[in-house]
């Protein structure tokens, strides 16, 4: 189902109360009231316009009707939409699978691009530590910019590997790839050049991500001051964690 809290515990709403279904009809457990929406409708469009134009904030509106008493009829009329709206989504969202598939998409690229911003937001532990709202809307843009500086960075690099990779190379040499690169992506690089090592392409890789590098590797090299102080078998050095503590540990 959509990402909606506790939807199994929301109420749907049919348009008709005299209406039967045969197949849904336990799923209503309520009546859109029309004659509530038509009553208001003049105050619903002067709202809108009054949003559109930017007189009103969303959220300052969300305010205002939830500072109202809950028998206020203007509060009431305003969830009369909101309950033929929702009911229709998800009556909706049953039945069409192509739909359950946009959502399911857009939502988790979201989901991901938050998770990214969390995982900049290394300062401080990602809290803000300001009570003025100025400090905190900066923090916010500024952790959105990195993330996108961040993001495209990663564009240019995975496009000059596809050129690369365009020209059919027998060896590649690969600097620290996992610098910079969201964890997610790591592994799926990683993914990629096992899968170009399989197809006989050579990789040399300076990484000091230690345990995606000896998973891939046939053979391992150490490097201490610009110097090589030990080489042995990649899966060696993989299940050898007190060598791994003394030259590869931070």
């Known amino acids: 189902m959509p990402r909606i809290r506790r939807w199994h515990t929301m109420n749907l709403y049919q ?48 305010t205002k009707v939830n500072s109202y008493k809950t028998k206020n009829r203007f509060a009431l009329a305003l969830k009369e939409p909101g309950n033929a709206v929702r009911t229709t989504y998800l009556l909706e969202w049953n039945m069409d699978e192509s739909l359950r598939r946009t959502v399911h998409k857009g939502t988790t690229k979201i989901e991901l ?43 240019v690099d995975q496009t000059q590997a596809l050129y690369m990779l365009a020209s059919k190379p027998k060896m590649i040499m690969l600097d620290e790839p996992s610098e910079g690169i969201m964890p997610k992506l790591v592994d799926e690089m990683f993914e990629c050049f096992e899968l170009l090592k399989k197809n006989g392409v050579t990789l040399l890789l300076m990484e000091q991500s230690v345990e995606h590098a000896l998973r891939i590797s046939d053979r391992a090299y150490i490097m201490a001051q610009g110097e090589i102080v030990h080489s042995a078998a990649a899966q060696d050095l993989l299940n050898d964690t007190e060598f791994q503590e003394r030259y590869c540990s931070v």
């Open 15 to 62: 348009s008709d109360s005299s209406n039967r279904y045969s197949k849904i009809n336990m799923l209503f457990s309520g009546t859109v009231n029309w004659a509530l929406i038509h009553e208001h409708y003049p105050q619903f469009m002067k709202l809108v316009l009054a949003i559109q134009s930017g007189t009103f904030a969303p959220s300052a509106v969300l």
């Open 113 to 155: 691009h938050h998770k990214f911003s969390k995982h900049l937001a290394f300062g401080s532990g990602g809290h803000l530590r300001s009570n003025n709202p100025a400090d905190q809307e900066n923090a916010i843009v500024y952790n959105e910019l990195v993330t996108n500086a961040v993001a495209l960075q990663n564009v």
